[in-house]
């Protein structure tokens, strides 16, 4: 049985019954078969399909958040608007996956030819917890518009998510198995997710989730011969120069710290700041920290929910814990409260630097790393001073010195004056062991598809 949590108290919400196999196995002949007759239809006809999953999202928007609130913490507000831009994405395909997959004429010599983007078939996807609706949506949306079926392999602490999500699919009016959840014991995770890449059925995979978690797929895919795209984990590095709007840096870096308790891939993480504003930066953002009002999710003011697990929980300690005895300074938080549930309060470390695991890690959880530097040039080689690659930001008054540091950076993406985040209009991966291939966007959508070329002579 797979038994879920509240982290807020830690009371137990359900159980569900785990499939083995031979489960896995009638799934996904069922959902070929579907596919099959799925891949035929129009745009026209997907669309109409997709367009009723964003108004049933819309329609159950505070149902839907209640679920994520309940099983992996995340204050209700937060959770709400996060099902009302899953919403927003499956309008976006909707509208969009006509134009992106257009075929492509080019004369060749005189001669034709023709390129199409014709669907994969069924794909497979490997989700995580922290947004329980959001990354299978997104993932799902643009797939499933292309022409795609979907079988999600979600994580085991939100399967009351997963299981609302393919009844909204069903809902909509989905053939019934074009979109299907797969249920798995911790336990069985590593043995069944080999068993379902390998399976015939299964032509490529998709996984949002940690670094070690995309090693593992990514191995297995290889060695299938299976396309994978990664979204992994992060530790965006936020750099804070002399002619920035200090208060709005702060603003804008606490939210990006804060958001979902910092249990975001693209979190603020690495706060690198010129030692010009040091000070007046390092204020600021410990009042704003010490400020956030921890508690009860579904609380009217809560700012930051309880940490998804507890074992996730007490790693954030022990990454805090180890850069303290390595020389970081703690300004604010780091001590876990007392009483029920997995809650770590908004913590600040100052004087971070290489070897401390402030540094190098990716702490997911609301714990602000910050790193002084001396030019533009030691902020851009510490920001580069990483293992991951996925989000940055750069805070300046002057957007084409901004600029030029944005385009130094190893990362898949950066924000200017702004908080990373994910846009269906714009591709989002990174580089690194963040991950590759791109999820939203054309490019997106263009991931799960056979691009397939035809010639026909004058």
Not at 229 to 251: F, H, M, N, R
Not at 304 to 329: N, T, Y
Request: aromatic share 8%; glycine share 10%.
């Amino acid at each position: 049985m797979i038994v879920t949590i509240n982290p807020a108290t830690g009371e137990e919400l359900a159980a569900y019954p785990a499939m083995l196999a031979g489960d896995i196995d009638v799934l996904f002949r069922h959902s070929e078969r579907d596919f099959r007759h799925w891949r035929n239809s129009t745009f026209d006809e997907r669309r109409l399909c997709m367009k009723r999953v964003a108004e049933l999202l819309r329609q159950q928007a505070e149902e839907h958040g209640r679920l994520i609130t309940l099983e992996m913490g995340k204050p209700l507000a937060q959770a709400i608007a996060e099902v009302n831009k899953c919403a927003w994405v499956c309008d976006y395909f909707a509208d969009q996956a006509g134009a992106f997959l257009k075929p492509e004429e080019h004369s060749i010599d005189g001669a034709r030819g023709l390129v199409r983007f014709e669907p994969l078939g069924v794909i497979l996807g490997v989700m995580p917890w922290n947004f329980p609706f959001w990354q299978v949506i997104r993932f799902a949306a643009p797939a499933m518009m292309a022409g795609n079926g979907i079988v999600v392999k979600h994580a085991p602490n939100v399967t009351g998510c997963s299981i609302a999500i393919e009844k909204l699919f069903l809902e909509a009016g989905f053939p019934e198995y074009l979109y299907r959840a797969v249920h798995i014991d911790l336990d069985d995770v590593d043995r069944l997710t080999g068993f379902m890449i390998d399976h015939p059925v299964i032509k490529a995979v998709s996984v949002t989730g940690s670094t070690g978690a995309g090693r593992a797929v990514a191995a297995k895919a290889g060695r299938a011969l299976k396309r994978s795209v990664l979204e992994l984990g992060g530790s965006d590095p936020y750099i804070v120069l002399d002619d920035a709007d200090i208060s709005q840096a702060v603003d804008v870096c606490v939210a990006g710290r804060l958001l979902n308790a910092g249990q975001s891939c693209i979190a603020a993480k690495r706060f690198i700041v010129r030692s010009e504003v040091l000070e007046e930066f390092t204020r600021l953002l410990v009042e704003k920290m010490e400020r956030a009002v921890m508690g009860d999710p579904f609380a009217a003011g809560v700012e930051v929910g309880p940490i998804a697990r507890a074992d996730l929980r007490d790693l954030i300690h022990s990454q805090v814990e180890r850069s303290i005895q390595a020389g970081a300074k703690l300004l604010c938080g780091g001590v876990l409260p007392e009483g029920a549930g997995s809650f770590y309060p908004s913590t600040v470390l100052a004087g971070v630097r290489r070897g401390m695991a402030a540094y190098e890690e990716e702490i997911f959880g609301p714990v602000a790393a910050i790193i002084e530097v001396e030019d533009d040039q030691e902020a851009v080689m510490i920001a580069n001073d990483s293992d991951y690659g996925l989000g940055s930001a750069v805070f300046s008054g002057d957007a084409e010195r901004a600029m030029s540091i944005a385009v130094q950076l190893e990362a898949g993406s950066c924000f200017i004056n702004a908080m990373v985040k994910s846009d269906p209009r714009l591709p989002f991966g990174g580089v690194k062991k963040s991950g590759y291939g791109r999820e939203l966007s054309l490019h997106g959508i263009r991931e799960f598809v056979n691009i397939k070329t035809f010639f026909l002579p004058g």
